[in-house]
């Protein structure tokens, strides 16, 4: 296959130009290599070959300014910031970098496309004045913010002066610089300059190459097939038919003739996918194939999301070469996960100490095992209760791995050299084994990263706390990646889309082509708006769309066979939309494509979870008659019902729940309050009919019975803030508003009379089918008669709805965990038919988890629409006993085994 930088090398050798007399500018540093190995192909003796250059290196040439990082334009941009703003106004480093880093790039590009700064900057000011034509009405926030973009041109020419001034900048800077130089440069004797496979052009750089064009000091070769050129409606080749529109020194010179690839015989493969990790196995699976049948053919697997390497690289053959050319990206290494948990933890650290939550969380991570394990220091556990938070001093007292872990911030070169000791700890125990080259080398990566860091700090005093460390961290992690070692020239290629810029390949895999992957979705921010972005001539996603159409199908353009991967189920909010890419493919279809559809779904083992069982022993046996003496509670039989293993564990072998710890109040612990306070409130009035002002006496002392039952249950450690302030309102509100929904019944005449409040019982009922008696025991929250109707009430804080209160068969009481609050109140009612003497009992549930709390009574269903409350009345009792005596038949039956329930 003669690919286009063999065609570049054959043209350029073909030249009238001596090669020690050119200069070859392309995008990007892998072209290079590339290049150099096709000019080695058209010569047949030693020569001095064409000096290569990046467009950056060009552009630093003739501008004379150096590249600077992002987070130096960062820092330069926050002294800008701190002699431009009136202090009043002024953001810490970590809040303004929020904002600023995007800004930086809006610089950037105002400078690559030679915009006129004062007027963009003007026409926005116009129009924020017209958004805030009534200034007085503009809150504090508002005007702050109203200022912030008022002083944006200062900030802008502020920082372009002072990077000129210290000969580093941006590029957009830099290239702006190049183009005021550009005569200079030109007038002088300077070698034939070849512009290779350019295509989306900043306005600068159109201009650079056009005028080193018209003064015949260059030439431009485009890399674009003449398909997509010609066709009008072709995005891929949007940016090179505007150029032939709009460049004069194009119009003078013949049109250049454009290879034609695309329509040769291809054959392509667009494959469904059902998830990620399969895209990633079958991009390796049919390169692998590839290259087994045919070694002498260049194949490449292009990853559309570079999340997407992870998993392509579990998966990758150890026969078969392999060269990773994207970089692992830092930020998914463990030690990064490490070091941000690390930053979380130091961010919570307060007077009171670490947060439990957040110092358990970083506890377990295998680096923190790892170096407590290393240095022999005391083991990294602690005390499994209900803390909200754990002091300093106790980690760090007589324990230097602890002091080292957890002292807290007290300036940045203490810090800084505290992560750095850890480093070198974990590092060194690598070293030890012997077999960590990947980590060591991260570490290596790491420890350079802080030691640049800590001038960073020394140079900057405005780098003050840990959340300003963490901002050039994560700034400085977003330039970095883990190179891999390989043959960039021979052997199967993982690469990005834009690495493939002036490369061909035989055969392609692409992955991720999902609409907003490839291509990107629309930019989320940006300062100026898509009108003004417009109107500027700043690019939009539209002009990002015609780019990667560009880079897409130029990659297609030579290749024989293609496999084109994409997801087809929706996942982690990713669309399952195919990329329209594969649509215009279909559209551009040329006669000799042979375009094929498929799907894939690797196979998958189905995981059987198998229930847990336990037969009966007679150890078992013996166990459970001892809860029957001691006696089974309406709670634990319900507990029996939804899950016989999680009764067996509970009950029998006394296994205690496991209580999460969390610096919030749980649903159990709101429960208990809300009980807690409700009998507080009707103590004083037990039998007594209820009348309109013992509930204002009641709704008064809410927020004291509130508070005392609040911080008798948290032990004062949960404070009543945030979310937990949230809580503690809404347990007010849905115990104020049924007080008074109960009140504006009894105003309404309800007949109303408090006769217990966690009224506890305990029951002995021969079981004839047994032989023998049980015992029952439980207590009701409350017991009332309305209008000389007797009442079971249990007050319920959880999930439940009227169909949870009907029945429909008795049998559904003992076999569907859904009518577990039915059970509990007809067990009530069972058990103390005989100590209250009323001739119409009723028993039922008050929901309180949400506003609306009105009495549920216990129902039957009488037809699919209708059903009536269900009265207690002996044909009620004798039917629930039944129901009862053979749910007691089963525990104590030595032939039904403990098997667990999925619930």
Known sequence: MQTFLNYVAEKIASSTHKWDNIKVIVPNNRAIIFLKECFKKVIDRPIIAPKILTIDEFVKDISGINPISRSEILFNFYEVYKENTPIKELELFSHFS????????????????????????????????????????????????????????????KLYQKLLNSQNGYYGLRIREAIKNLPFYIEEEIPYHFFIGFNALTKSEAILIQEMISAQKAEIVWDIDIKFFEDSYHSAG???????????????????????????????????????????????????????????????????????????????????????????????????????????????????????????????????KRIFKITNSRNNLLI????????????????????????????????????????????????AEEDEPYHIQVCDIFLGFFEKLNK???????????????????????????????????????????????????????????????????????????????????????EQDHLYAYHFFRLLQRAKKIFLIYNGSSEDFISSEPSRFLMQLEYFKQPNHELKQKKIQLPSTELRIKNKLVEKTEKILIDLKKIGKDGFSPSSLCQYIRDPYSFYEKRVLKIPETKESSKYINAIDKGVIVHQVLEDLYSPYLSMTMRTNYYDEMLEIIPEKLDTKFNLLTNNSHIKTGKNALIYSIIEKIISKFIISERDMVKKGLKLKILALEYEFKKTIYINSLGESQNFKGTVDRIDSVDGALRFVDYKTGNLNSSDMTLIKWEDLTTNAKKNALFQVLSYSYFLKNDFNYDKVIAGVIPLRTFKNDFIPASIKINSREKDALEIKPITLNNFEKELFNLVLEIFDPSVPIVEKTI
């Open 98 to 157: 929020g904002w600023a880093s995007k800004l930086i790039e809006e610089f950037s590009e105002i400078d690559s496309q030679l915009i006129d700064s004062k007027e963009l900057f003007n026409y926005m000011s116009a129009i924020k004045n017209l958004e805030n034509w009534r200034p007085e009405k503009k809150r504090e926030l508002s005007k702050i913010h109203y200022n912030l973009q008022e002083r944006i041109f200062i900030y802008y020419n």
């Open 456 to 542: 960073y700090c020394q140079d900057y005093n405005f780098i003050k706390s840990v959340s300003d460390i963490r901002i050039v961290f994560e700034t400085m992690l977003s330039e970095e990646t883990l190179n891999f070692d390989g043959d960039p020239l021979s052997g199967i290629q993982v690469m990005g889309l834009l690495e493939t810029r002036l490369l061909d390949f035989d055969n392609v895999v692409i992955t991720n082509l999902n609409e907003g992957i490839l291509p990107k979705s629309e930019n989320s921010f940006s300062f100026f708006p898509f009108d003004v972005r417009k109107k500027f001539e700043m690019n939009t996603f539209l």
């Open 238 to 368: 949007h940016f090179i038919r505007k150029y032939y529109k709009e460049w004069k020194v194009l119009k003078k010179h013949t049109k250049q003739e454009f290879q034609n690839f695309f329509s040769h015989q291809k054959k392509i493969e667009i494959i469904k996918t059902f998830n990620n990790n399969t895209q990633a196995k079958t991009a390796v699976k049919i390169a692998s194939k590839l290259y087994k049948e045919l070694p002498q053919e260049s194949t490449v697997i292009v990853l559309g999301d570079e999340n997407l390497l992870r998993s392509s690289l579990s998966v990758l053959p150890e026969k078969s070469p392999w060269n990773v050319t994207m970089g692992y990206p830092l930020k998914n290494t463990l030690l990064t996960g490490f070091i941000r948990l690390y930053f979380d933890l130091h961010e919570s650290v307060s007077q009171k100490g670490f947060p439990y939550r957040k110092l358990k969380e970083f506890s377990i991570l295998i680096f923190v």
């Open 384 to 431: 499994q209760r209900n803390l909200n938070y754990v002091s300093v001093e106790s980690l760090c007292k007589n324990d230097k791995t602890g002091a080292l872990f957890y002292t807290p911030f007290k300036n940045s070169k203490q810090f800084l050299k505290q992560i750095e000791q850890i480093i070198k700890i974990t590092r060194n125990s690598f070293i």
